[in-house]
């Protein structure tokens, strides 16, 4: 099992390493509302093999490059206090399709190097029907937040 980074205690106040500044903005709500659930959280998870077999071809430093950039990337990992499960985070402005697909192939990569059990959180602003249907679908919990920008 590969090692976590070091971790951050959860606050609204951030770093949010890896987020866009519209993501960034949903972060801040999220954890003023739920940050205090959390024992710690973990940001750029990678997962997956990326490249793989085509990195081999390369050297180092530019054979790690190529795999971590083209590994998938959790933008949060966050450790509950008072649950097994470990929450999977997507954060998205005006979530769609996209933030469904890259959340179930998370689900499908993190046990194939982490050990832990797992929920789907999709964080947006906006919430459209037909996503909140596909969510429902796929065991995905969408939690609506307003940015504060």
């Not at 972060?27 to 659930?37: E, H, M, Q």
């Not at 959790?74 to 450790?79: L, P, R, T």
């Not at 649950?83 to 999977?88: H, N």
Request: glycine share 6%.
């Amino acid at each position: 099992m590969p090692e976590l980074p070091e971790p951050y205690l959860p606050s609204p106040d951030g770093p949010f390493p890896g987020l866009s500044s519209a993501d960034a903005w949903l972060c801040k709500a999220y954890l003023r509302k739920y940050g205090d659930t959390y024992l710690r959280l973990y940001w750029n998870i990678r997962v997956g093999v990326g490249i793989g077999e085509e990195a081999e071809k390369l050297e180092e430093p530019y054979r790690t490059m190529a795999i971590q950039t083209s590994q998938m990337r959790i933008d949060m990992v966050g450790v509950p206090k008072d649950r097994e499960e470990w929450d999977l985070i997507e954060y998205r402005i005006d979530a769609g399709a996209g933030a469904i697909g890259s959340l179930m192939c998370y689900r499908y990569l993190w046990p194939a190097e982490w050990h832990t059990p797992m929920r789907m959180i999709l964080v947006t602003d906006i919430v459209r029907r037909d996503i909140a249907a596909v969510a429902e679908f796929y065991d995905i919990n969408i939690v609506k937040v307003i940015p504060e920008y």
